[in-house]
């Protein structure tokens, strides 16, 4: 067999060691342990590494590596543009380095464990670097254009299983956070009956949209509804945020709109550029009444026995977050006769597209009657919600007691 015969035998050996298809039934931090293995065996590395970028603090971090302890690489941390690893992510091209020096890269545990060569590969998703896979020799050497193919092959796999890795990640993140910040059952409570429903209209299970019911000192109710704009854990967190802040607002004022305006300060000065919408309501202690304050949000949909469910019209104040001159909130009184039903929404259950907003707020007033809430939620969610959501829905249903 002539010299060209055994280089394309031995091309076509390491380029089938990283397109394997057998590496796709591995989950994602199993494939990348694979990948580095056979990745470091094919180019006859002493280390190999996978760093991916945190789009939050915008540093690579190590997601896997092999040749290094894990308490070596664990603690790393690189800034796009520093070091070896940082430049191939900042210039998005391959990148070697013969004889590695001091200044070369950030991380000391290269230098101590007597690297001499680099070679690295910017990963890439949809056109965007995610991170960086590279590989280290003990001995000073200049890799080949064959080399730097395979790594680059090896790198668009870790980029789906890095992708895929992150998003689970995100994904549990979210959902926990979903855990801490909606109520997991709703308190029991005299001369009120409540249910409510959340429905992500998005992979990641949780975005903006919130409701929150608490009891205040004074035996006031309160009650609201939000919806931060965005998706995904980003709207999460900020909405914690906001959650939050209004729980505190609501001990130091008793007035729904006075507790928006302070909220609306907040949100304007720490979360500058997000705008929320969100409705606040303060029950009586006897049930009798609700003082409502709304920020954008969409208008509440009021059942009384004995007539025809309406949409209340309230004064329409500005969503938190947008920089306009008028800032007056204002607060109407609304009354509950027993057995009154009161529902809040947020968009994602009313809004469809091709169909103007007002329909759906239609075809959910049509649905509404003085029910229970519990029953009230199901029905509501099996007409009206029954198509899949193109936006997070958050449903709340109060109903006064028939007997106060």
Known sequence: MDVDSVRNDERLRR????????????????????????????????????????????????????????EAHRVVRIPIGRGFAGRVAQTRRPMMIDE????????????????????????????????????????????????????ELAADRAGAAGQLRNQK???ATALALQRSLLPGTLPRLGGVDLAARYVPGHAFGIGGDWYDVFTLPSGWLGVVIGDVSGHGLA??????????????????????????????????????????????????????????????????????????????????????????A???????????????????????LVERRGELIDMGIARLTQTVTPAPAEQLCEKVMATVGLDEPTDDVALLVVRRSGDN
């Not at 209004?246 to 007035?255: C, G, N, S, V």
Request: net charge negative.
């Open 235 to 324: 709207a999460a967190v900020v909405m914690g945020r906001i959650r939050s802040a209004l729980r505190a607002y609501a001990l130091i004022t008793e007035d729904p709109a006075e507790a928006l305006t302070l909220l609306d300060r907040k949100v304007r000065h720490f979360e500058a550029g997000s705008m929320t919408t969100a409705m606040y309501a303060l029950i009586s202690p006897d049930r009798s009444v609700a003082h409502i304050s709304t920020a954008g949000h969409m208008p509440p949909v009021l059942a009384v026995p004995g007539e025809p469910p309406r949409v209340l019209v309230l004064p329409a104040d500005p969503p938190l977050g947008i920089d306009i």
């Open 169 to 171: 990640l995100e994904q």
């Open 15 to 70: 380029l089938e060691a990283v397109t394997d298809a057998t590496l796709s039934r591995l989950d994602a931090a199993d494939l990348l342990d694979e990948l580095l293995e056979r990745v470091r065996d094919l180019l006859g590395a002493e280390i190999a590494a996978i760093l991916l970028l945190d789009p939050h603090s915008g540093q690579l971090m190590v997601a896997a590596a092999k040749g290094m302890a894990d």
């Open 326 to 348: 008028r800032r007056d909130r204002r607060t109407t009184a609304v009354d509950l006769p027993p057995g009154s039903v009161l529902v809040l929404y947020t968009d994602g």
């Open 100 to 151: 590695v020096a001091s200044g070369d890269v950030v991380s000391p545990v290269l230098l101590e464990m007597g690297i001499r060569s680099l070679l690295g590969v910017p990963i890439l998703a949809a056109g965007e670097v995610i991170g960086v896979l590279h590989v280290g020799s003990s001995r000073p050497r200049r890799f080949t254009a064959d080399d730097i193919q395979l790594l």
